[in-house]
């Protein structure tokens, strides 16, 4: 299984996000594991921006992940103050422990 990373925002109102994103993001994460679970490797390209949300739903899922080495792509999943503040650690904390 394969599947393109090419989600840069998102264009839905509030209720759409609450019942619509869910809803194919909970069937998608099913199909991933499923498919890792009956021996297929699950792999992941990202051939533009894969950045938060979207790369964290979809993109961690897969057991590879594949990108086009350009300019262009920008892999993101959180800033470095955000990950400080989530796992309550100083940035010099934080960066020590990503060596």
């Known amino acids: ?4 990373i090419d989600v840069p925002s998102q264009a839905y109102g509030y209720n759409e996000e609450l019942v619509g994103i869910h809803l194919s993001l909970a069937s998608s994460a099913q199909s991933y594991a499923t498919a890792r679970q009956n021996g297929h490797p699950v792999i992941g390209v990202i051939v533009w921006n ?3 949300g979207a790369f964290l739903a979809h993109g961690l899922q897969s057991n590879r992940l594949i990108a086009l080495n350009g300019s262009a792509i920008n892999v993101q999943a959180m800033s470095k103050e955000s990950a400080a503040r989530i796992t309550n650690r100083t940035l010099e904390e934080l ?3 990503t060596e």
């Open 1 to 4: 299984m394969a599947f393109v």
């Open 50 to 52: 894969a950045i938060l």
């Open 95 to 97: 960066e020590k422990a």
